[in-house]
């Protein structure tokens, strides 16, 4: 198991229901610095709901949440970005009339405390902007990085927000079904950027296809009615005949 | 596998300097904004005898330009902007009238000042409000201050307006005159700085940062930002910009009406919005114009029901230039891919 200290996110005790449903029942999450983590779990197992509370979204009825062994349950959700914890969202989120390139370096602004200085001009920010670019470049987005993002393909709006999450620099990042809607011949540029995700932010990413989790994820988490009803290596995931029952054998992979 | 490796092969010719290069583009002066500007001046030669309309157009101009910054930018919905603008103009005649201090220049600053402290203020309720929520609450606190500037009516005049304003020359040395030339220098300077702050304002990160609030405010907090903060700013700075131009009509005209916080001022200025395109200075520059133009012609050919034409040239503009006439003209010109 890993020791204590390397452990990066942390919840203990999570609850949350909406009127009767419980939809998150006492859970304990430990993510360790450089994790590749998966969250699998049938249709309204409450994995989104999870996130939500993860980062600020929502707030847990009980429990605790801890970044780096500091208590954040009650930090909004801005402050804990900021403070590394950053996600991505199943449906694009993003700034449609702005092109990448200002989506990026707005996110860079912010995170270097420059985005409410409205007596400098946004172009004396060099830094800002060339870091921006530099992130689109190696998500292959610098061909569009001045066209609005609007205009971008659907593969290339799942790209950006990994570009804008990682723009805040952090050192937990959450992947909301980054390939969700992604055509096959779009998708592998994705799972590169994926795979080469700077090794030493921890990474929890929820997904409904298998073969991303297999083969990313090195760790797998199965939420099953708000609750972990495992969390193993693959394989032994793979294996574990209650999985089959409540996950893989009636949705996915027969 | 090895990171590089793995990504070279999505590299690109395009080298961080362009993109540099490109915002840059964005922000430099124009050949059409330069030649506007001069434009601007030859109303002294070409029309002496409209010196005073186009002094009122500049004023409006201005106010119309504090109401883009927070509609057309920053997103904010506001149906009580007037409440700025009147603030600004008591403020300045109350200085003179009831003061006896009729220097133009510290009345300006001063009248900026208190409509930017009332709008810090309001701003707090502002921010915590949405949609429908805050057309009411901007609506409300419009109607609110223009109530009380009437219950008020030992200071401000009531329904018979302000009277007893003397504003003294400009420096000390440009007399206000019957024609309106320094009336119209005067407007147009403050007009021209204003338009300039506000241009660095939507130029700036935090003028980036405004237009992410306006496209999606939900996933602000996600990109680690405080947007509620971003908010209050601009709202301060544009009723400080509003009192601003409410000053300038009082001290053209020497008088304050109630008008000058009615609801149909507040309305008139997010038609001109409309009209000439949000989130772009120049639309609310050319939907003041165009504006005070149709309302001078048409109400001198019925003074009546002037207001018709501006509807219907309002439904042909929301229906054949949904972002309007700049926007319209902008996208002619491909100019907006």
């Given at each position: 198991m890993t020791k204590n200290a390397d452990i990066v996110l942390r919840t203990e005790g999570l609850k949350k229901s909406f009127g009767s449903l419980q939809v998150t029942r006492d859970l304990d999450l430990a993510l360790p610095a450089g994790a590749r983590y998966a969250l699998i779990g049938p249709n309204g197992a409450g994995k989104t709901t999870l996130i939500n509370l993860i980062t600020g979204e929502m707030r847990p009825d009980s429990g605790r949440i801890l970044l780096e062994g500091q208590d954040v349950t009650r930090t909004g959700t801005a402050a804990r970005v900021r403070r590394g914890l950053t996600r991505t969202f199943q449906i694009n989120a993003l700034f449609p009339d702005l092109t990448p390139l200002e989506a990026v370096t707005l996110a860079i602004c912010e995170r270097e405390g420059i985005a409410g200085q409205f007596w400098r001009s946004l172009t004396a920010h060099e830094q800002a902007i060339s870091e921006g670019f530099e992130i689109l470049r190696q998500l292959g987005l610098a061909d569009v990085a001045t066209k609005r993002t609007r205009h971008l393909a659907y593969g290339q709006q799942r790209l950006l927000e990994i570009a804008l999450a990682l723009a805040t620099r952090p050192k937990v990042l959450l992947l909301d079904e980054p390939a969700a809607g992604v055509p096959k011949d779009e998708s592998a540029m994705l799972f590169r950027v994926i795979e080469a995700l700077p090794e030493h932010i921890a990474v929890l990413f929820i997904e409904h296809d298998m073969d991303i989790v297999f083969s990313f994820a090195s760790r797998i988490i199965v939420l099953v009615a708000g609750a972990v009803l495992m969390e193993a290596e693959p394989a032994e995931v793979r294996d574990d005949p209650r999985v089959r029952e409540v996950y893989l054998g009636s949705a996915h992979h027969g | 596998m090895n990171r590089e490796a793995t990504l070279t092969a999505t590299q690109t010719t395009q080298a961080p300097g362009a993109s540099l290069a490109w915002l840059r583009s964005r922000s430099r002066w124009s050949?059409?904004?330069?030649?506007?500007?001069?434009?601007?001046?030859?109303?002294?030669?070409?029309?002496?005898?409209?010196?005073?309309?186009?002094?009122?157009?500049?004023?409006?101009?201005?106010?119309?330009?504090?109401?883009?910054?927070?509609?057309?930018?920053?997103?904010?919905?506001?149906?009580?902007?007037?409440?700025?603008?009147?603030?600004?103009?008591?403020?300045?005649?109350?200085?003179?009238?009831?003061?006896?201090?009729?220097?133009?220049?510290?009345?300006?600053?001063?009248?900026?000042?208190?409509?930017?402290?009332?709008?810090?203020?309001?701003?707090?309720?502002?921010?915590?409000?949405?949609?429908?929520?805050?057309?009411?609450?901007?609506?409300?606190?419009?109607?609110?201050?223009?109530?009380?500037?009437?219950?008020?009516?030992?200071?401000?005049?009531?329904?018979?307006?302000?009277?007893?304003?003397?504003?003294?020359?400009?420096?000390?040395?440009?007399?206000?005159?019957?024609?309106?030339?320094?009336?119209?220098?005067?407007?147009?300077?403050?007009?021209?700085?204003?338009?300039?702050?506000?241009?660095?304002?939507?130029?700036?990160?935090?003028?980036?940062?405004?237009?992410?609030?306006?496209?999606?405010?939900?996933?602000?907090?996600?990109?680690?930002?405080?947007?509620?903060?971003?908010?209050?700013?601009?709202?301060?700075?544009?009723?400080?910009?509003?009192?601003?131009?409410?000053?300038?009509?009082?001290?053209?005209?020497?008088?304050?009406?109630?008008?000058?916080?009615?609801?149909?001022?507040?309305?008139?200025?997010?038609?001109?919005?409309?009209?000439?395109?949000?989130?772009?200075?120049?639309?609310?520059?050319?939907?003041?114009?165009?504006?005070?133009?149709?309302?001078?012609?048409?109400?001198?050919?019925?003074?009546?029901?002037?207001?018709?034409?501006?509807?219907l040239l309002l439904m042909v503009v929301v229906l054949f230039m949904p972002r309007g006439i700049l926007g319209g003209l902008a996208r002619l010109a491909g100019r907006d891919q």
């Open positions: - | 050949v059409f904004e330069i030649a506007f500007w001069l434009a601007t001046l030859l109303t002294f030669y070409f029309f002496p005898s409209y010196l005073m309309l186009a002094s009122q157009i500049a004023i409006t101009a201005l106010f119309a330009i504090s109401v883009d910054l927070v509609l057309g930018y920053a997103g904010i919905i506001t149906l009580g902007h007037a409440m700025f603008f009147g603030l600004g103009a008591y403020a300045a005649g109350l200085l003179s009238a009831k003061a006896g201090w009729g220097e133009p220049l510290t009345g300006l600053l001063f009248a900026s000042a208190l409509a930017g402290l009332v709008g810090f203020v309001a701003s707090f309720l502002i921010v915590r409000v949405q949609h429908l929520a805050l057309i009411m609450v901007t609506l409300g606190l419009g109607l609110l201050t223009y109530e009380l500037a009437n219950a008020l009516s030992w200071l401000t005049g009531g329904t018979d307006g302000l009277r007893g304003i003397d504003t003294w020359p400009i420096l000390g040395l440009f007399d206000f005159d019957l024609w309106g030339y320094t009336a119209y220098s005067y407007t147009l300077a403050t007009l021209f700085l204003g338009f300039l702050i506000s241009r660095r304002i939507v130029n700036s990160s935090f003028g980036l940062a405004l237009r992410g609030v306006r496209e999606n405010v939900r996933r602000m907090p996600a990109i680690g930002s405080a947007y509620r903060g971003h908010l209050r700013k601009i709202y301060t700075i544009s009723a400080a910009i509003a009192g601003l131009s409410g000053a300038l009509l009082a001290q053209t005209t020497n008088t304050v009406a109630l008008e000058v916080l009615s609801f149909q001022r507040s309305a008139d200025v997010v038609v001109m919005l409309i009209l000439g395109g949000t989130g772009r200075l120049y639309g609310a520059i050319l939907g003041a114009i165009i504006f005070l133009l149709v309302r001078d012609q048409l109400s001198g050919i019925n003074p009546q029901y002037w207001y018709f034409g501006i509807g």
